[in-house]
C-alpha cells in the first residue's frame, strides 16, 4: 500500500511494528518498563546520555566550560543505550518523565536538581557558571531565540527529513519532499545569518553555536542520513565555514566523542568519568589552541 492510499482509520490503533529502525522503542505511551536505578559518579554533575547530536550539545558545554577555566564543571557521563532501552529504567524516568537523553543531575545545590531537555540544560549552566550566555538583554535575547528556533526547527530535520529518508521502512515522496524543504528553509535562515556574524548569537561563540552545530554542522560536514548530496549542502558556504570553525575548537573535539558508540573506535569514549579517559590516541587528535582564545 502507497501512502496515497492509506485511509486513516476513525481510532488509531498502535501498531508495534510501525516505527521502521526505531520500531522496538517507540511506544504512545510514558512511564518506565523495567526497574534500574542510575548510577552515580563522583563529580557535582551526572550526565546520563548518548552520543547523539543532542547528547553532544551537553557533553561539548561540559569540555567548553572545563576548558575555560571552570573546574567546578567536572561530570560523570553514564552510557545510556537507547536501542536497549535504558531511557526507560525507572532511574532514568525519574529524572526525565520523558525518555529522552540527555537528562542531568546536578548534585552540587543543596538538593540535587534534574534537568532535562538539551536547551534546558545548557541554560542551566551558561547560568550557573556565567559563561556562554550573555548578560546584557538585548544580546541575551539574541541567544536564547537561536537556541530556541534548534529547539523547535530540529524536531523537522530528526523526525522528519531523517526519519523518512533514512530509517522508515519505505520511502515516500510526499514526506521526503515536504521535510527536505523545509531543512532546506532551515539551511539557508542559518546561511543568511551566518553570512552577516561570525557566530550565531551576533556577539561571541555561545550555547546558541553548541546546540545549533550537533545537528547542522552534522548534516554539511558529516554526510548525515547519507542526504549532503540530496540535499546539496554545499550550496550552504556560510553554514560550512562556521562548521568548521565551530569543529576545531579543542572542546568541542573532546565533547562530540563523549558517550559516542558509532563510527571509528578512536572516536568513541562511551563513558567520561575524568579528564583522562580521553586516551592518547585521542588526545592527539583534539590536540591545539585554547579553548578560550575562540
Excluded at 200 to 210: L, P, T
Excluded at 233 to 262: C, F, L, M, S
Excluded at 282 to 293: L, R, V
Aim: charged share 20%; hydrophobic share 40%; net charge neutral.
Amino acid at each position: 500500500m502507497s501512502d496515497k492510499e492509506y485511509t486513516p482509520p476513525k481510532v488509531w490503533t498502535w501498531d508495534k511494528e510501525s516505527g521502521g529502525r526505531f520500531a522496538a522503542i517507540n511506544r504512545p505511551i510514558a512511564g518506565p518498563t523495567h526497574d534500574k536505578e542510575l548510577p552515580v559518579g563522583k563529580h557535582p554533575f551526572q550526565l546520563y546520555s548518548l552520543g547523539t547530536p543532542n547528547g553532544q550539545k551537553v557533553t561539548i558545554m561540559f569540555e567548553e566550560l572545563l576548558a575555560a577555566g571552570h573546574s567546578g564543571a567536572e561530570y560523570d557521563a553514564w552510557l545510556i543505550n537507547i536501542g536497549q532501552g535504558d531511557q526507560f529504567g525507572s532511574g532514568f524516568v525519574a529524572i526525565n518523565p520523558n525518555s529522552k537523553i540527555p537528562a542531568l543531575v546536578d548534585r552540587s545545590e543543596k538538593t540535587p536538581v534534574r534537568i532535562f531537555e538539551s536547551g534546558a540544560i545548557l541554560v542551566h549552566l551558561a547560568e550557573k557558571f556565567g559563561a556562554f550566555l550573555p548578560s546584557e538583554r538585548g544580546a541575551r535575547a539574541e541567544c536564547l531565540s537561536w537556541l530556541f528556533w534548534q529547539m523547535g526547527a530540529t524536531p523537522f530535520l530528526g523526525g522528519g527529513f531523517g526519519h523518512f529518508y533514512a530509517y522508515a521502512p519505505a520511502k515516500y515522496e510526499y514526506p521526503i519532499n515536504r521535510y527536505a524543504m523545509e531543512v532546506k528553509r532551515q539551511l539557508d535562515v542559518l546561511d543568511r545569518r551566518l553570512a552577516e556574524v561570525e557566530f550565531i548569537d551576533g556577539n561571541a561563540y555561545s550555547i546558541a553555536d553548541m546546540v545549533i552545530w550537533p545537528w547542522y554542522g552534522g548534516l554539511v560536514k558529516s554526510n548525515q542520513y547519507g542526504a549532503a548530496e540530496f540535499l546539496a549542502v554545499h550550496e550552504y558556504r556560510n553554514v560550512i565555514r562556521w562548521a568548521d570553525q565551530v569543529a576545531a575548537r579543542p572542546g568541542v573535539k573532546r565533547g562530540r566523542i563523549v558517550n559516542r558508540t558509532q563510527g571509528e573506535l578512536s572516536a568513541q569514549l562511551h563513558e567520561r568519568h575524568d579528564a583522562s579517559d580521553f586516551d592518547t590516541k585521542t588526545q592527539d587528535k583534539i590536540a591545539g589552541p585554547s579553548a578560550a582564545g575562540g
